[in-house]
């Protein structure tokens, strides 16, 4: 039966009604005392001070549109990390990056590999683009890169990967993400989404800027919102290919980033003083909160990010569900990970020392092993 509402009205392009809408981290609990939102990975230390007073000062001239080709902040950028200012592109947070590569590189009947507990917005943007999302099956909670080069096909025209990946907090070391990239054909666009690299301190991790730097189908995005601190102001970048940047820069709006984003970017980068105690007090909380859950007999795989998931029992009343409702209503907020094919796990934010504490006390309490005082 033709559905009347198909010739009465305007209809989106095939693929759109096939999107779940991307849904953040919940910012509210139950009750009236002090929330602890840890459900979205956002820095418990804010951004530097220098970015907020940026961003304050570009509030005086509102009037001005902002310089379109974002120069000043590519040039910081580009010198924080040794880059080429021409190959970067800036947007409004790194998620319209993705969205305009998809938009660039898929249509109809094309497809795009995303891993099975992989970021969400990746099989969004696939389908926005008209083009079929194909997930590959993860190993122990890793991308598997013999399982992705053998999903190829010839309609492969993307391979998204997060390194470290979101919810697992798992990381590819840069060995196997080249040889991912040594079986990818030289027309698939490999795109690394690096949101979380800042965190990462192994000495087998790589960001990806070498790969972009030698090859001519790599693409690094990163962002403002993680450890910078600045997730409301939506800024990002990725260092690419000159033709890519070229392609990015043809369908992007004019003016994709805002004065304030801007200015709060370029004071953000220049204060590595702050990133660095970011990722110390990342680095102390991350192992105290796996050994403290651990030590509850919850399962915690090992995370490299500034997030950790925790897979809870499937007995009545111990579900990850169960512990989702007791911690909310002791306001912490942590991130159920169903959408992400994971019902037995919560995402947990590191946070402030005061939130860690209150967490694991809390955890203890929900499993009955509150210490007595
Ligand atoms: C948080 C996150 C981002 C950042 O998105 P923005 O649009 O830059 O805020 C990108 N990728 C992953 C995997 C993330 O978890």
Known sequence: MANKAMTTRPQPQPGILEIEAYVGGRASAEGTGKVYKLSANESPMGPSPHARKAFASAGESLELYPDGGASELREAIAGRYGLNAERIVCGSGSGELLQLLAQAY????????????????????????GAAPVIVKEKNLHADVDAILAAVTPKTKIVFLANPNNPTGSYLPAEEVRRLHAGLRPDILFIIDAAYSEYVSRNDYEAGIELVATSENVVMTRTFSKIYGLAALRLGWMYAPAHVVDVVNRIRGPFNVSVPALQAGIAAIRDTAHVDAARTHNDKWLSWLTEEISKLG??????????????????????ARDADAFLMKRGLILRSVASYGLPDCLRLTVG??????LVVAALAEFLGKAKKS
């Open 298 to 319: 919850l399962e915690v795989p090992s995370s490299v990010a500034n997030f950790l998931l925790i897979r809870f029992p499937s007995e009545k009343g111990k579900t």
């Open 106 to 129: 898929l249509g109809e009947g094309n497809e795009a590999i995303a891993t099975e507990h992989g970021f969400l917005l990746y099989p969004i943007v696939t389908k926005a683009a």
């Open 352 to 357: 402030s020392e005061e939130a860690n504490r």
